[in-house]
């Protein structure tokens, strides 16, 4: 039997249990195991302490560890496409090129990759595959910083290595408006280093994209067969030469950053079971999600890479989005130890799975082997916040709830989370708003249901930088794949409420006065992935609108 995998490797376990049903047996059973020394063994950095992961911003201001961070991630992406732990194969997990890793072979639906969503093990199945890329990153740092020359230089870049983590991007952090959320550091062409001999050089900025070297066509579906590198919303799905448009992603990520705020706090701060906090699609919530919150930044990337599952890990901002989303996680874990995955039945497919299987925590998160002999990570054994060697500023001095959640409010906490009635005298319960929104798994892929209060002046492809915009819900999905299955989510009201009272449009914050604004003032549209010819669709339906109390009323229908 001829397998293919990435790199020519032993079977897997997972195939002996297909083996040990057959008539071969035992023994050949014992042969598999007896070549087992091969898999990959993912056990994040080994250097032996826990050092947090920084954000970006914040890795920038060490020097040594800063030039290590991009000499070493240019030697990564650098490594032969067919190597194990390149850039090229790590990334492939996530999606196409459809073909195994580290042995372990399809048991699903073999036209998806391995990356779970709209799934309970979503956010920890993401645990080790950042993981493995930290522990291959940072085996480059420990390299690159031997080579220079002994003394208190090499000294310094090599305790610089031991402690350098994967970076995360906090697409969320309060911000001074003449900062950029994608922070030029993620999309300048160029960056600045030093190499060990003490050259310093201009390169191309090794997190701006990723150049396949060689594209192999038949490695990945159209359009990504054409693209010879990664693209950022590109304004055209044919040249070529795939212009990004930064600022395209820009205005979107600024249109959509109070949405993502304003639910980020709200699923830090109240509490639900952990499968409702991580994913779409196991347990329906309003309150809502983890990974509803991640698409929405994947969504901001347009028709480029970061827009589709398939491909997404392919741009190198993947892996600081996904680190972020992982260090939400992991705040929630600490703040709720209590709750963790729970079995739920599968919504999508996946390479290991077919819709409709049921994965709980002791559900391997394939492909990723916890040793040489071929165990498997499982969300259970990957669930303790310092597994892999990594943790968080927030969490890195063992914090009390109180002080998590004191830093949870000093980071996210919106201006205005309820609506108070201020004249003296009257009884009023402060209120929260929220749009409950439920909509298809995926209309012929990815696709935003995008919410307004007021007028909406702008043309769909701008809609997110409507001055009437409140937030979104995208869900993420391969291009053709429409599921009518529905998925829950909200967006958060409260704050966009409140400024039109303050700027007069809304004359009263009584529940009943703002209730019946909405009924003529919310409006939503569905925004397919821009570029793509817009539609508004009535196949989603927007529930309603939901105060703390249940209220509820239909909200306008999007008209065709
Ligand atoms: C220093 O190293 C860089 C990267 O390997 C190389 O391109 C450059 O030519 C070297 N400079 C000198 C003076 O050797
Ligand atoms: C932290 O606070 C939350 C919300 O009040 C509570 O549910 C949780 O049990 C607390 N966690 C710990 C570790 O005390």
Redesign the pocket.
């Known amino acids: 039997m001829v397998v293919l995998t990435r790199s020519l490797l032993p079977l897997t376990s997972l195939l002996v249990s297909s083996v040990t049903a057959s008539p071969i047996g035992e023994s050949f059973v014992k042969k598999i195991a007896r070549q087992d020394g091969s898999f990959y063994a993912i056990t994040g950095v080994n250097t032996g302490t826990v050092e947090p992961r920084l954000e970006i911003r914040e890795l920038k201001q060490q020097p040594e560890a800063w030039n290590l961070f991009l000499l070493a991630l240019q030697r990564f992406k650098a490594m032969d496409q067919s190597d194990k732990i390149s850039f090229f194969q790590i990334a492939g997990i996530h999606g196409e090129p459809l073909i195994p890793w580290d042995g372990v072979q399809a048991t699903g639906d073999a036209s998806v990759g391995y990356c779970p969503h709209g799934s309970n093990l979503f956010g920890t199945w993401h645990k080790p595959y950042l993981a493995v890329f930290e522990q291959v990153l940072n085996l480059k740092a420990q390299e690159i910083a031997a080579e220079f020359p002994a003394g208190p230089t090499r000294d310094a870049y090599v305790n610089a290595a031991s402690k350098l983590r994967l970076p995360f991007w906090d697409w969320a952090l309060p911000r001074p408006s003449n900062e950029k959320i994608l922070t030029p550091l993620l999309s300048d062409p160029t960056a600045e280093v030093t190499?060990?001999?003490?050259?310093t050089?201009t390169i191309v900025n090794p997190l701006a994209g990723y150049t396949f070297h060689p594209l192999v066509p038949s490695d990945f579906g159209y359009p990504w067969s054409l693209w010879t590198h990664t693209a950022r919303n590109p304004r055209t799905n044919t040249n070529p030469s795939l212009p990004d448009n930064i600022d395209g992603v820009e205005s979107f990520l600024v249109g959509t950053y109070n949405g993502i705020r304003n639910t980020l706090y709200q699923i830090l701060t109240q509490y639900q079971t952990f499968n409702q906090f991580s994913n779409t699609g196991s347990e329906q919530t309003e309150i809502g999600t983890l990974e509803g919150i991640h698409n929405i930044i994947h969504g901001s990337f347009g028709s480029g890479h970061m827009g589709y599952p398939a491909v997404a890990a392919f741009d190198p901002i993947f892996w600081l989005h996904h680190c972020n989303v992982d260090r939400i996680m992991n705040i929630f874990q600490a703040i709720y130890p209590d709750t963790f995955v729970t079995a739920h039945e599968q919504f999508g497919a996946t390479y290991m799975n077919e819709p409709g299987d049921v994965w709980d925590a002791e559900t391997p998160l394939a492909p990723f082997h916890s040793s040489t002999s071929g165990d498997f990570w499982t969300s259970n054994s990957a669930r303790p916040i310092p597994v892999f060697g990594s943790t968080y500023p927030e969490l890195v001095d063992n914090p009390s709830n109180d002080t998590i959640k004191e830093r949870i409010n000093a980071l996210y906490a919106p201006a205005v989370t309820s609506l108070k009635k201020r004249q003296a005298g009257a009884e009023h319960k402060p209120r929260a708003y929220l749009a409950v929104i439920e909509a298809p798994f995926a209309l012929d892929g990815t696709f935003s249901v995008d919410v307004f209060i007021g007028d909406i002046t702008t043309d769909g492809a701008n809609w997110p930088t409507d001055p009437n915009f409140v937030g979104a819900q995208t869900m993420l999905a391969k291009p053709g794949l429409t599921s009518n299955a529905v998925v829950k989510g909200s967006v958060v009201l409260t704050e966009a409420l409140q400024k039109k009272y303050d700027a007069g449009s809304l004359k009263s914050l009584d529940v009943d006065a703002v209730v019946e604004y909405l009924k003529t003032q919310l409006h939503w549209r569905v925004e397919k992935v821009r570029l793509l010819p817009l539609l508004c669709s009535p196949m989603p339906v927007l529930t309603g609108i939901c105060n703390r109390i249940g209220k509820s009323l239909l909200a306008s229908r999007c008209p065709i």
């Open positions: 190499y060990p001999n003490g050259t050089a």
